[in-house]
């Protein structure tokens, strides 16, 4: 069976530090990208951080750049998200995706991606 299991998130004041991880299951992931995206009641889905299969190339969103950093490890299919100086406007549930974007547009859309998982709620109390 296919899973995309994303785990971490919580509270945490402003300034703080939260670490979220995504494992792959259930199939080969090789050449699989993986991303994490956010999203906001009533808003679209926003691309936050993403990296190619053997983390290779990473990719991020000016709102997050300097902030956060992905990890890729390729041995073991996961994808770490590590999030610094976090904001309140980082509140959002944050989901894990893994693709084969043929692009690196792709890599930063969620069109580009094919499995997601449930999200982890990540607040921000300021």
């Known amino acids: 069976q296919v899973q995309v299991v994303e785990t971490g998130g919580g509270l945490v004041q402003t300034g703080g530090s939260l670490r979220l991880s995504c494992t792959l299951t259930?199939?080969?992931?090789?050449?699989?990208?993986m991303a994490w995206f956010r999203r906001v009641p009533g808003q679209d889905r926003e691309f936050v951080a993403g990296?190619?299969?053997?983390?290779?190339?990473?990719y991020y969103s000016e709102t997050v750049k300097g902030r956060f950093t992905i990890i890729r490890d390729s041995a073991k299919n996961t994808a770490h998200l590590e999030m610094n100086t976090l904001k309140p406007e980082d509140t959002a549930q944050y989901y894990c995706?893994?693709?084969?974007?043929?692009?690196?547009?792709?890599?930063?859309?969620?069109?580009?991606?094919?499995?997601w998982g449930q999200g982890t709620q990540v607040t921000v109390s300021s």
């Open positions: 990296t190619t299969w053997n983390g290779d190339r990473t």
């Open positions: 995706a893994a693709g084969r974007p043929w692009s690196t547009d792709q890599e930063m859309i969620a069109s580009g991606y094919d499995y």
């Open positions: 259930g199939r080969s992931w090789s050449s699989y990208s």
